[in-house]
């Protein structure tokens, strides 16, 4: 079933990127550049992201088992002293994220490397 994606706040990134093999590169040098930014720039009105052609960014695929997880992330937070100071700092300034361990261990997941890396990246990239 189609629907619009329309109240999607976008940020961007400079970053290096590795490709694989099977990628796509599309030139913007030729007569269809309008046609490729409407259809492949995410906040473009009628654009493939904008029709759900690239819903599966929008899911989380991976995640973790809390009571498996517990052991790993106070291993985690002993190791990367910049990582407890991040989350001590949270529970700081947010109340109710310092009484919630779920809210904490789930932060500690989504600031970890154990994070699913693809996760509302959108999968069309400008080369510089």
């Given at each position: ?40 720039e ?21 995640g ?32 109710a ?32």
């Amino acid at each position: 079933m189609h629907h619009l994606n329309s109240d999607v706040k976008l940020s961007s990134t400079t970053q290096r990127m590795q490709f694989r093999k099977g990628d796509w590169y599309i030139p913007m040098n030729q007569e269809a550049n309008r046609f490729l930014i409407e259809t492949l720039e995410p906040q473009a009105e009628d654009s493939y992201f904008a029709w759900n052609f690239f819903d599966a960014i929008l899911g989380q695929k991976e995640g973790y088992s809390a009571y498996a997880f517990e052991d790993i992330a106070a291993d985690y937070l002993k190791t990367d002293p910049g990582m407890k100071a991040k989350l001590d700092q949270r529970k700081a300034s947010d109340t109710a994220f310092a009484k919630s361990g779920r809210a904490q261990l789930n932060f500690v997941y989504e600031n970890s490397k154990w994070f699913e890396p693809s996760y509302l990246r959108y999968p069309v990239y400008r080369v510089r």
